[in-house]
C-alpha cells in the first residue's frame, strides 16, 4: 500500500524547497541591494499570510522540521520564513539569488554552475528524523524544480553527495490540509 506524503514526511529525510509567499506587483529595481527592501518585490499582506499559514500547518500535521531554514538573500524570502518559522534560525544562502537569475538571460555557462550547485544542495540528506526547508524562488518553465506557486512546496528525497535526488511531489498551499490522503 501507498504510504501517504505526510506519514514519509514525519520520518523525515526530505528537503521541503518552498517558494516565498505572493510578492507585491512590480519588478526588483535594476540597482537591487540585498540590505534595502526598497529595491525589491516584497510580500503583500496576502502572502505574509500565505507564510504564517504555510508555518502553522507544517507545525500542526507534525512535519519535523531541521535548524536552519535555508533561504535566498531577497527580503521576501526572509520575511517568508520569519513568519512561517518564527523561532527558527535562518540562514542565508546565495544559491537563491542564484536560482532567482535563471530567469534572466545568463550565459550557458552560468546557468550549468547555478544548476550543478542545486542539484549538490538538494543531494545532502537534512539531519536524522528531520527535513530541511529552503524558502526561495520558482524556476523557469522545464528548469531546475520547474515553476512553483506562491508558497508552493517541492518535495525532494536526496540521495547523498553525488547520487542526485527525486522529487517525490509537487504541491501547493492548498494541498497542505490534505496530505494525509495524498500518496506519492
Known amino acids: 500500500m501507498d504510504k501517504s506524503i ?7 529525510g526530505f528537503v521541503l524547497y518552498t517558494r516565498h509567499g505572493q510578492a507585491t506587483v512590480g519588478v526588483d529595481q535594476p540597482y537591487l541591494n540585498f540590505q534595502d527592501c526598497a529595491t525589491q518585490r516584497n510580500l503583500s499582506e496576502f502572502g505574509r499570510r500565505e507564510a504564517v499559514y504555510f508555518g502553522q500547518m507544517l507545525r500542526h500535521l507534525q512535519i519535523p522540521i531541521s ?9 521576501r524570502t526572509i520575511k517568508t520564513a520569519q513568519l512561517a518559522f518564527p523561532y527558527s534560525y535562518i540562514q542565508i544562502d546565495s544559491i537563491g539569488y ?12 552560468e546557468k550549468t554552475n547555478i544548476l550543478s550547485n542545486l542539484q549538490s544542495m538538494l543531494e545532502r540528506k537534512p539531519p536524522q528524523g528531520t527535513n530541511q526547508v529552503i524558502v526561495a524562488h520558482s524556476f523557469p518553465e ?10 508552493g512546496m517541492v ?3 536526496p540521495n547523498g553527495p553525488g547520487n542526485g535526488y527525486e522529487i517525490i511531489k509537487k504541491l501547493t498551499l492548498e494541498d497542505l490540509p490534505l496530505l494525509g490522503s495524498i500518496s506519492n
Do not use: A, Q
Open 6 to 12: 505526510l506519514d514519509l514526511l514525519k520520518k523525515g
Open 155 to 157: 518535495i525532494v528525497k
Open 67 to 75: 535548524s536552519p531554514i535555508v533561504v535566498s538573500p531577497f527580503c
Open 98 to 109: 542564484e536560482i532567482y537569475k535563471l530567469g534572466g538571460n545568463i550565459p550557458l555557462v
Open 142 to 151: 522545464g528548469v531546475g524544480l520547474g515553476k512553483i506557486s506562491n508558497m
